[in-house]
DNA sequence: ATTACTAATTCACGAGTAA
DNA sequence: TTTACTCGTGAATTAGTAA
């Protein structure tokens, strides 16, 4: 998992710069023995994660790199409700959302709810099959509710909603009670259009978080 | 440090629900036998951080924290410049705050747009002079808006905040657009009475970090 | 299919110590 | 003072297997 040694160098700033650290001090703080210090940094800087200077000991850049993903793992698993995060690619939608944007009822009912009147346009993004999961998790939190009406003899139904950033500006995921998407697409709304404005076109990749 | 296993248990939601996993899974996918991984799984009953129930494995509330601990000291430790870190001391407010706190327009709009229903009351810190320019850099980042409304003739107005994490309990700092505050004092809801919860009093010294 | 026991094995640890 | 070697010991792991 977490390497106690490597996260100790970390805990005493070796990944800032270089650290004087003895191996009788890591024996003593992590409660072992000089000699398996001494031969858990050896095993260290033969994994090339740390190295050794004349000014002390260094967390490498890769191990820091992969410390960093395997704390931003636990992170997200601890603290859902700071935010799911889902990567995918850019897909065409059906046109269906965009004729839904055009909707005065609907864009009043945006406004209201989310603050912001959306541009007439969603952007589809088919997520990554490993997010499947968290994006029925994210189903388990309260929704913001869009409320449906009823216009020229039909009725227009409600709209589930989260808040979404995607690559800082702020919108929404949107559900609409009757999709037509599967459960890998999101259908995003934004104040603007989120295609031209991160200049998206299909299939490219893009990142977005959720907030429940 | 950190335990592979229970690691592997949160990965899988098992500190959500309790998740049906064998230890045929643990085993193959952590690259052990199918008995160390069995013997595992028992070592954590034994030291009370799992459970075994007919539904699946679930992680004890007492792991969580614990592991919870150990995330955001090395979140910590590798993002130093994520959140802004604040400290102060607790003061009393002019309940104000719980007033609003209690009316059921916004609880239902913090925990739509939150995830918890706030407690009635809220904590307010006065911060560090050198904290101040912090705050304003803080109010530079989009805010996550709690609507307002109208109650009985009168205008409620919305309310802009900022999650928040105060010794490891998550909520959020709130700034009423009519504020009464100076710069100086911060006002903090969360999901329970955080005086109490954290045995805070007036001039109580306490600090929080703040997540734009 | 599970889980978890016992026995065999391996490999991690620390004592002693040299450099 | 360090660090890091060898080596004996025992804890951790796996194979085999029962339930």
Redesign the interface.
Known sequence: ????VL?YL??R?A?LEPAKITTREIAYDLDMSQQTASRKAIELIKSGKIERTPEGMVVTGKA?AE??RT?D???K??????GFEFSGKVVSGLGEGARFMKIQQYKDNIK??L?FVPYAGTLNVKINPEDVEKRL?LKT??P?IINGFRLAGKDFGKILCY?CKIRGI?GAIVFPVRSTHGLNVLEMIAPVNLRKELSLTDQSWTEFVV??
Chains 1, 2 share one sequence.
Do not use: F, N, S, T
């Not at 998992?1 to 106690?4: G, H, K, S």
């Not at 698993?77 to 700071?82: F, G, K, Q």
């Open positions: 998992m977490i390497d106690e996260a970390v805990r700033g990944h820091l410390l960093k704390v793992e636990l992170q698993m601890l603290y859902p409700e700071l209201k709810q603050g998790r939190h309260p913001i808040r702020q907030y429940p």
